[in-house]
């Protein structure tokens, strides 16, 4: 895309996306058809789901260890030994260079990657689904390593407090692959700066921007009580509405290994960071045996 061509894009979604996300318009119209088809779906969930549901619409976040959410599957393991087999592919970020990424950013999806079916599995569907009030689309997924910084480096992008751009609500799902404590670059959050929170107001996303508050600034604004970190042990999984202001991946003295899925409403106008390959719709029918699943992969934008 020129640049001419990116300064309009950008100028007609600055008029457009304010008048989409009033709530009447954004829930009642745009995101009528996946509102309903949630409401038909009549979903049962767990307790441990509905704990989980109930702190997101809360705090914004919720965690939980794998193993709880997903018992006798040996998840984990699975996704340390598909660490282990594509470390040696990991190419750094090119804007995010503190990350090595174990996905590649153009990626056709394969639906028998152990990270794909996990994020694609009715279980955490159904809690995102839950915290939406609607059916989503599977946005992308990465897998990166946050390197060690150099001493007194500065914090950059994703290490600094922000919120994301891409919707009124954003549901992150990150998993801890080893043990990650504070000098491991943890994953940080404001409670209740996520849609309907007492923080939602501050530093609001500016669509088609996020949000990048000045350096320090939250910690003189939001109680410490209100700020949570998550250090946990390799397994810890994250549910976040990533609207709301978070960081992590500075690492101070161990490298932080993450895996990361986003799912949006299908109202957004940002494209999925996958392309699906052209035999997609038989391989739907033959691996994807929920509804929902099907949903999340084939609604929204699709890369192209």
């Not at 042990?233 to 994250?238: D, F, L, P, Q, S």
Request: net charge positive.
């Amino acid at each position: 895309m020129s640049q001419a061509s990116a300064f309009i894009k950008e100028k007609f979604l600055q008029f457009f996306l304010p008048l989409r996300n009033h709530p009447l318009i954004w829930s009642r119209y745009v995101n009528r058809v996946s509102k309903r088809l949630f409401q038909d779906s009549s979903v049962h969930l767990s307790d441990i789901q509905r704990a989980l549901v109930a702190a997101l619409r809360r705090d914004g976040i919720a965690t939980i260890h794998i193993d709880h959410l997903f018992p006798n599957k040996h998840l984990l393991q699975s996704f340390q030994q598909w660490v282990n087999q594509h470390r040696s592919l990991a190419q750094v970020a090119q804007k995010k260079t503190f990350l090595i990424e174990l996905v590649d950013s153009q990626i056709t999806l394969d639906l028998g990657d152990p990270l794909v079916q996990f994020y694609l599995h009715p279980v955490l569907l159904d809690v995102i689904n839950s915290y939406f009030q609607m059916w989503s689309t599977f946005y992308y997924y990465s897998l990166s390593v946050a390197q060690v910084m150099e001493p007194d480096s500065l914090r950059v992008y994703s290490q600094q407090w922000h919120r994301d751009p891409e919707e009124v609500m954003t549901c992150k799902v990150f998993v801890y692959i080893q043990d990650v404590d504070e000098t491991s670059g943890p994953f940080s959050y404001v409670r209740g700066s996520h849609l309907g929170g007492k923080w939602r107001s501050i530093f609001p996303q500016r669509p088609p921007k996020g949000s990048y508050p000045p350096p320090q600034v939250i910690e003189g604004i939001v109680p410490s009580l209100d700020i949570q970190t998550v250090t946990g042990t390799a397994g810890t999984v994250i549910f976040c509405d990533t609207s709301g202001l978070h960081c992590g991946g500075y690492a101070s003295q161990q490298e932080r290994i993450m895996l990361t899925g986003a799912f949006l409403p299908t109202s957004s106008v940002w494209r999925k960071r996958y392309y699906l390959p052209p035999n997609i719709e038989t391989l739907i029918q033959q691996q994807i045996g929920s509804p929902q699943s099907r949903f999340a992969l084939t609604s929204g934008r699709l890369h192209s």
